[in-house]
């Protein structure tokens, strides 16, 4: 544990990133799953479906967890998946 207390600071600030992060991570991560499962059944909400895992990955690329060119590549394999 640090004794400095910018140090401590910065440690409870990280902590509280994290948890955000994760959870932003999550969701996105349970939208593209959701889309996934759901065409792979053939059910009529895969659009809608769709719509929110995009959504999703375009948050996660705003907020800066992932790199835009793996967003880019995640839009485009769902897309590709919607279309067939």
């Known amino acids: ?13 990280n902590e509280k990133a994290n948890r955000r992060n994760s959870e932003q991570r999550s969701t996105m991560r349970t939208a593209v ?7 792979a059944a053939g059910a009529t909400d895969a659009a809608q479906l769709y719509t929110n895992a995009i959504s999703a990955i375009d948050h996660a690329k705003s907020k800066g967890l992932i790199k835009a060119n793996k967003a880019s590549r ?3 394999r769902l897309t590709s998946k919607l279309a067939k």
């Open 1 to 13: 544990m640090p004794i400095i207390k910018s140090a401590i600071e910065r440690v409870k600030t």
């Open 33 to 39: 799953k959701k889309f996934e499962k759901a065409q």
């Open 74 to 76: 995640e839009k485009s």
